[in-house]
């Protein structure tokens, strides 16, 4: 137990020492003095390592190697225990340790060697880093250098074209295969679409689906191409693929998109139901423009006849009205003939039946029978009008004419001859306000003017006509008195033609002369008859006798003469002449019955009558109871003057009337007929030349694009009328590893761009196709220009398989154009166009150039070359062309090849633009201006108009402005340069000065 506490007390001691850090020593005895050293041994160890900082020993002095305390210790006691267990002589322990100290290099020394194990620790990690970033500088520049050499992703879709037909609405199904090739561990997203090229591109969509494709994978894409709508036609179409390897750890590709497309060409029929419902449209449409043409006849020639018309006259503004009503349903049929046309072209018949229903034969033929009902009505106007202005000139001639009539009346003057006056003042009067209406031309209404002269023509006829009765009236009890006279007088009458009251008083006075003789004779000579009321009846029936033979000799007078209103008088004659009549009891209405039978004389076959003796007339029985003669009794009779008083009191000069006379007002202006427009107007219509419009045409086939849709272009229009179609050749293959798309690459964006100025973006020229394998002209149906694409690297080999497509890019410039010269003939087929253009890029320009020295430009309209080396390229170019492409290709590029020589030396037959577009902005070989590939001097071909594209080279190889120049979103100058000579715009840059042209010797 003491040996224990002893122990304890020293290993604190110890623990002290080793606290103050000092050096301590172990006896061998101490280490043995129990059974429990051991433990206290092992508790020592943990003590120390935890105590002693690593990298140093216990006695705090350095550890050269980098030892850890707890190392240290363990090998000590390690050492120990060996001891012990091999029988070696006990030693103190603090003898070992000082052996050991003493065995240790010197402080100096040790440091010496750490600081050459840092150094060349240094030397090998800076070696690695050095070796690391060697490493990765080659790699990123082995990157840059394959994506210069090699394309990163290239697309290829088959087919490149596809075309069908349907009949009827049906959807149709087909398939495109999309297929990459890729750097290795790269994949690819890519875009694949349906566009409908018919629709505006930025509603051309109609479907698009993403894939992700695995290193040089492909995708099959099932596509409905969707029925068209309605009629015939043609559509197109394109399938899209737009890919861009995906950037990762294993993919340094730099991710840009990449673009490939087929041509889809659909040609659809009608089908039969369509066919039943469009013949059916066409003839009511045809019906609907035939109605129009009608009326479109009628319409202009009523417009012709309104203008004849006068303003003045109010009936025109009513056919005005009608007019302007007639005109504006003529403008909906022409509108919806128009509409109904278009969408018959348009093949829209779903809104053509619509707009149809809206027109029905009644309508049309109710819109036709009130435009000719207005031709008529005015018609009737112009000859109403012309009628009115007739009889306006005839009244106021027949008004002139009554004046005189006026005058007997004023000089014959009595109450009734006075209110006449005044009624033919009123009419002058009425006939001035017409005369007025018309001469001034003031608004009246022609159908009112005519009644207005119709009363007009009435007054002045009842004027003239009682006038005329009058003077007949009293012409005739002229005539009777001077007859009965004549009659007792046994001489022949005095016939006057003329009247006047003087007249017919005279007579009347000479009458009452002649009676008051027969009065005095009667009471002279026979007085036994007085008072003899028998003998008075015998008087009146012998007056009776004698009025009806007076009457008969006027009659018979009358038939002969030429007096005028013979008939008139003729008329009162026989009034006369019925109404005095005698039979055997006296008077009546049928005739006179006496002993003479004398025969009552025809007046115009109607007077006829006899005198019939009976033998009971108290004429006889007078004369047999007197004794009288003939002639005494007719000297007795007494002719009444009854009527003739009244007459003259009715129609001539009253004594004694003492009223002022009324005066006639009238303007005397208008009987010289100054300014009253007379003039007839025609109704006749001449030929009126009018548009008739046709009937609708026949149904061709319709074709859009970008959303305008016209008909199909045929044969002859595309020969014509069409602009050239536009092929896009590619330029040099840096690399013959690459296939020939990637050459293609490079034009596609420029068709893109194009395609948004109308250019229909054809794709990439199948060469497989033959011409057999196509109809003539199935390209340009839609009438617009487009793009294709086409590489001369391919080459078709024709076999009893089939037909088999490869690349050959190992050949001489000659070769490819003519391979040119098969894809120049396939796509004038195509097309349908005698002359196509071609945009050559780079060598693809030279091609173009040796196609024209072979074949001349007969096929050709305009050249455009970009960045084409028409000079050839540097010796040093060369060289680098030649690493890794055809050799041949590089030899004929090349300064003063004989290629070259040659064809500068040929000239091009036929008439051709041809124009150059070289890019500058990069500094080349010997300070050379230039696109970094191509100079601007090599660039330049004489004859054709030069235009320059400034850009810059920013890639570390200083070249890729050769290729970037296509690139539109980079440069749209050289787009825009493209569109203007396409166009004929680039004649304006030339005008203004904006181009330069080569002139070499």
């Known amino acids: 137990m003491e040996d224990q506490e002893k122990m304890a007390a020293h290993l604190h001691q110890k623990d002290g020492e080793e606290s103050k850090g000092l050096p301590h020593r172990y006896s061998h005895e101490e280490m043995e003095g129990t059974q429990s050293s051991a433990h206290h041994q092992t508790e020592e160890k ?14 705090g002095k350095e550890n050269p190697k980098g030892l850890s305390n707890h190392q240290i210790q363990e090998g000590l006691v390690e050492n120990k225990a060996h001891s012990h267990h091999e029988g070696a002589p006990q030693h103190n322990v603090r003898q070992v340790e000082q052996d050991a100290q003493n065995s240790a290099p010197h402080p100096a020394e040790t440091k010496k060697e750490f600081r050459k194990e840092e150094r060349f620790e240094r030397i090998v990690i800076t070696a690695l880093l050095a070796a690391t970033l060697i490493i990765v500088i080659i790699f990123v520049l082995g990157i840059q250098i394959r994506l210069f050499l090699d394309d990163e992703l290239a697309i290829e879709l088959e087919p490149h074209e596809y075309s069908f037909s349907t009949t009827g609405r049906e959807e149709h199904e087909t398939s495109f295969t999309a297929s990459i090739r890729n750097f290795r561990g790269c994949d690819a ?9 018919s629709r505006p591109i930025n509603e051309s969509v109609l479907s698009m689906t993403m894939r992700i494709l695995q290193r040089n994978g492909k995708a099959t894409e099932q596509v409905v191409i969707p029925a068209p709508d309605s009629g015939r036609g043609q559509r197109l179409y394109l399938f899209e693929a737009s890919c861009a390897n995906r950037p990762s750890l294993l993919c340094r590709a730099a991710g840009e998109k990449r673009y490939a497309s087929s041509f889809i060409i659909q040609d659809y029929e009608l089908s039969g139901e369509e066919k039943e419902h469009t013949a059916s449209l066409k003839e009511r449409t045809e019906s609907l423009i035939s109605a129009m043409n009608d009326l479109s006849k009628l319409f202009e020639e009523n417009k012709l006849l309104l203008t004849r018309i006068p303003f003045e006259v109010l009936e025109r503004e009513e056919f005005d009205k009608s007019h302007k009503s007639i005109g504006k349903s003529l403008n909906e049929m022409e509108s919806a003939t128009s509409n109904i046309t278009a969408l018959w072209k348009s093949h829209d018949f779903r809104s053509m039946e619509k707009l149809l229903s809206n027109f029905s034969g009644e309508k049309e033929g109710s819109i036709l029978d009130q435009a000719s009902e207005l031709q008529s009505s005015s018609r009737e106007t112009i000859s109403l009008i012309n009628n009115n202005s007739q009889r306006v000139k005839g009244i106021i001639g027949l008004a002139t004419s009554l004046l005189p009539i006026a005058d007997v009346y004023r000089q014959e003057r009595n109450p009734g001859n006075d209110a006449r006056i005044e009624k033919f003042s009123a009419t002058l009067q009425q006939i001035d306000k017409v005369y007025s209406l018309i001469s001034n031309k003031n608004s009246s209404s022609a159908l009112s003017l005519k009644r207005n002269l119709t009363l007009l023509e009435s007054q002045i006829d009842d004027f003239l006509a009682g006038f005329r009765e009058t003077n007949a009236r009293g012409l005739v009890m002229l005539w009777e008195g001077s007859a009965f006279l004549g009659e007792k007088r046994n001489q022949p009458g005095n016939y006057s033609p003329a009247f006047s009251c003087r007249m017919l008083k005279a007579m009347s006075s000479e009458i009452e002369d002649e009676n008051n003789a027969s009065i005095t004779k009667r009471e002279s ?11 008075d009846r015998a008087l009146e029936e012998k007056k009776l006798q004698l009025r009806h033979s007076s009457l008969i000799k006027i009659a018979e007078w009358l038939n002969t003469s030429a007096i005028e209103e013979k008939e008139a008088l003729k008329q009162i004659v026989s009034t006369e002449l019925n109404s005095r009549s005698i039979n055997s009891e006296g008077i009546n209405s049928q005739g006179i019955n006496s002993q003479n039978n004398v025969s009552r004389s025809s007046i115009n076959g109607s007077i006829n009558g006899s005198i019939n003796g009976d033998g009971g007339s108290s004429l006889l029985i007078a004369m047999e109871r007197y004794n009288l003669s003939e002639e005494n009794i007719t000297s007795l009779v007494l002719e009444d003057t009854v009527e003739i008083d ?12 003492a009223n002022k006379s009324p005066e006639i007002v009238w303007n005397e202006s ?15 219509l001449p030929s009126i030349d009018i548009y008739m419009a046709p009937g609708l045409p026949e149904l061709n086939p319709l074709c859009c694009a970008f959303g305008e849709c016209g008909e199909c272009c045929n044969e002859d229009c595309t020969e014509t009328a069409l602009p050239s179609p536009v092929l896009l050749i590619h330029g040099h293959a840096l690399n013959d590893k690459n296939t020939p798309e990637y050459s293609l690459r490079l034009l ?16 990439q020229l199948d060469t497989s196709a033959g011409i057999k394998d196509s109809n003539k002209g199935v390209w340009s149906q839609a009438r617009n220009p487009l793009t294709v694409s086409a590489s001369y690297y391919y080459i078709t080999d024709y076999s009893l398989g089939g037909i088999k497509i490869s690349a050959q890019k190992h050949e001489r410039i000659e070769n490819y154009a003519l391979r040119l010269q098969d894809i120049i003939e396939l796509l004038q ?4 166009k005698p002359k196509i253009s071609i945009i050559a890029h780079s060598m693809g320009g030279l091609v173009a150039r040796q196609y024209l020295s072979l074949f001349g430009a007969e096929n050709i309209d305009k050249v455009i070359f970009i960045n084409t080396p028409h000079q050839g390229i540097s010796p040093s170019g060369r060289k680098v062309c030649s690493l890794l492409s055809s050799s041949k290709e590089c030899d004929d590029m090349e300064e003063g090849s004989i290629f070259l020589n040659r064809l500068q030396a040929k000239k091009i037959r036929g008439a051709i633009e041809l124009f150059s577009i070289s890019g500058i902005g990069c500094v080349m070989e010997n300070g050379a201006d230039g696109d970094g ?14 235009f320059t594209v400034k850009g810059a080279c920013t890639d570390r190889f200083n070249s890729n402005f050769h290729t970037s120049i296509l690139d539109p979103e980079l440069y749209p100058e050289t787009l825009r340069l493209i569109i203007d000579i396409l166009t004929e715009g680039a004649k304006d840059r030339v005008n203004g000065g904006l181009n330069e042209t080569a002139a070499f010797g």
Do not use: M
Not at 46 to 59: Q, W
Not at 189 to 197: E, H, K, Q, T, V
Not at 525 to 535: G, P, Q, R
């Open 933 to 946: 590939v191509v100079t601007k001097e090599s660039a330049s071909l004489e004859g054709s108009t030069i």
């Open 46 to 59: 943990d003590k120390v390592a935890k105590e002693v900082p690593h990298g140093r020993h216990y006695d």
């Open 525 to 535: 000579a026979f007085n036994a008859t007085l008072e003899d009321s028998l003998f």
């Open 748 to 763: 596609k964006k420029l068709q893109q761009s194009l395609e948004k100025e109308g250019y229909i973006n054809a794709g």
């Open 646 to 657: 009244r007459f003259l009191d009715l129609n001539c000069l009253k004594e004694g009337y």
């Open 829 to 832: 087929w195509k097309a349908g």
């Open 189 to 197: 997203a890519c875009n694949l679409s349906l566009r409908d090229i």
């Open 670 to 684: 208008f009987f010289s007929f100054e300014g009253v427009p007379f003039k007839q107007i025609s109704t006749a």
